[in-house]
């Protein structure tokens, strides 16, 4: 049974189709790349996946429930994880406050359900390698630090799918490997992720499946070998 499935989602706004019959499905504990050129509509489709955008035409479902119409604290309620393309941490709070605010926005049967409070933002702390630094101003950290607390506080939330763009945005290469860690471990623990990506090793590294779009649809998908050999990707980024 798939996790989530796309039939047809198209949107048009201004008059300009920005999405057009994208189609696909995501089973569980599947982690799959969503690649493309600039503009290839992206960033939109995770805003539909999280509830920001509605589709002008097609259905979204999740766990086989209708969700097109959800709003998004209802579908972050249902399991979904965003990690936004542009920090979204609090830069005036201390490394633990960040990850106890997050935690603590949960519903209170998924706070019980994750455990001891303090055990659980030193155990985010220390899967980003961030614990030493835990008293310190989250703004006090580099760019890929703050990428590392982003994705770790979003990662031990409880939820099921999660949604990562451009998660090794501004990291450096030590750090990519770091953020590949905590994937794997999502995997292992058999959480299902996109993630949009420009890294294309990267994503070869992790993904089990690699999605194309191109001007809003669908041009390509496969295992991330099938994908990075074939003639139709190399023609949409390199002409």
Same mark, same amino acid.
């Given at each position: 049974?798939?996790?989530?499935?796309?039939?047809?989602?198209?949107?048009?706004?201004?008059?300009?189709?920005?999405?057009?019959?994208?189609?696909?499905?995501?089973?569980?504990?599947?982690?799959?790349?969503?690649?493309?050129?600039? /503009? &290839?509509?992206?960033?939109?489709?995770?805003? %539909? *996946?999280?509830?920001?955008?509605?589709? @002008? =035409? #097609?259905?979204? $479902? !999740?766990?086989?429930?209708?969700?097109?119409?959800?709003?998004?604290?209802?579908?972050?309620?249902?399991?979904?994880?965003?990690?936004?393309?542009?920090?979204?941490?609090?830069?005036?709070?201390?490394?633990?406050?960040?990850?106890?605010?997050?935690?603590?926005?949960?519903?209170?049967?998924?706070?019980?359900?994750?455990?001891?409070?303090?055990?659980?933002?030193?155990?985010?702390?220390?899967?980003?390698?961030?614990?030493?630094?835990?008293?310190?101003?989250? /703004? &006090?950290?580099?760019?890929?630090?703050?990428? %590392? *607390?982003?994705?770790?506080?979003?990662? @031990? =939330? #409880?939820?099921? $799918? !999660?949604?990562?763009?451009?998660?090794?945005?501004?990291?450096?290469?030590?750090?990519?490997?770091?953020?590949?860690?905590?994937?794997?471990?999502?995997?292992?623990?058999?959480?299902?992720?996109?993630?949009?990506?420009?890294?294309?090793?990267?994503?070869?590294?992790?993904?089990?499946?690699?999605?194309?779009?191109?001007?809003?649809?669908?041009?390509?998908?496969?295992?991330?070998?099938?994908?990075?050999?074939?003639?139709?990707?190399?023609?949409?980024?390199? /002409?």
């Amino acid at each position: 049974m798939s996790l989530l499935s796309l039939f047809s989602v198209s949107l048009t706004l201004n008059n300009h189709t920005i999405l057009n019959d994208v189609s696909f499905d995501v089973a569980q504990g599947e982690v799959i790349g969503l690649i493309g050129p600039n /503009g &290839s509509g992206k960033t939109t489709l995770f805003n %539909l *996946l999280s509830g920001f955008l509605k589709p @002008t =035409s #097609g259905s979204i $479902l !999740f766990k086989d429930e209708n969700i097109t119409n959800v709003i998004p604290s209802k579908r972050a309620r249902l399991g979904f994880g965003r990690v936004f393309q542009h920090f979204g941490i609090f830069r005036d709070m201390t490394l633990e406050e960040n990850v106890r605010v997050a935690l603590e926005a949960l519903p209170r049967d998924k706070r019980k359900e994750l455990g001891n409070m303090d055990e659980l933002v030193d155990a985010t702390l220390d899967m980003a390698l961030l614990k030493p630094y835990a008293k310190k101003k989250a /703004g &006090s950290l580099s760019g890929g630090q703050m990428r %590392l *607390l982003e994705i770790a506080r979003t990662l @031990t =939330s #409880g939820k099921e $799918l !999660f949604l990562l763009d451009e998660p090794t945005a501004g990291v450096s290469p030590k750090m990519t490997h770091q953020v590949a860690d905590m994937i794997s471990k999502l995997k292992q623990q058999g959480k299902t992720v996109l993630i949009i990506e420009h890294d294309l090793p990267f994503i070869a590294q992790i993904c089990d499946r690699v999605i194309v779009l191109d001007v809003g649809k669908v041009v390509l998908s496969g295992n991330p070998t099938e994908v990075r050999d074939s003639e139709e990707l190399k023609e949409i980024y390199f /002409g």
